[in-house]
């Protein structure tokens, strides 16, 4: 049964940065792309950044230079790294294999993790 587990957000002010970490378990976590999405109040849930099982990395226009995602396919983990916070960054972040992990035709997500950027 596959489990995602985020963790590593809290309350950071503009400017400061924080280290977010997705754990997988229940797949042969080596061979899927991993996806970090956030979705904002109101708003819907955006890609923020990928890298594929092969190390391939791509980001949002507005994490580009700002945010690193990198993976250890040794502990299962995948890994944000978010640098230069923004109240704008401010949203419930997820990880999810790519393309979305799906149980019994509808999407998992885990709990996700907040991160509020706020002075």
């Known amino acids: 049964q596959v489990q995602l587990v985020e963790s590593g957000g809290g309350l950071v002010q503009p400017g400061g940065s924080l280290r977010l970490s997705c754990a997988a378990s229940g797949i042969i976590f080596s061979l899927y792309g991993m996806d970090w999405y956030r979705q904002a109040p109101g708003k819907q849930r955006e890609l923020v950044a990928r890298?594929?099982?092969?190390?391939?990395?791509n980001y949002v226009d507005s994490a580009k230079g700002r945010f690193t995602i990198s993976r250890d396919n040794a502990k299962n983990t995948v890994y944000l790294q978010m640098n230069s916070l923004k109240p704008e960054d401010t949203a419930v972040y997820y990880c999810n294999t790519d393309p979305p992990w799906r149980i019994n035709g509808a999407e998992y997500w885990g709990q996700g993790t907040q991160v509020t950027v706020s002075s």
């Open positions: 890298i594929s099982s092969v190390g391939n990395i």
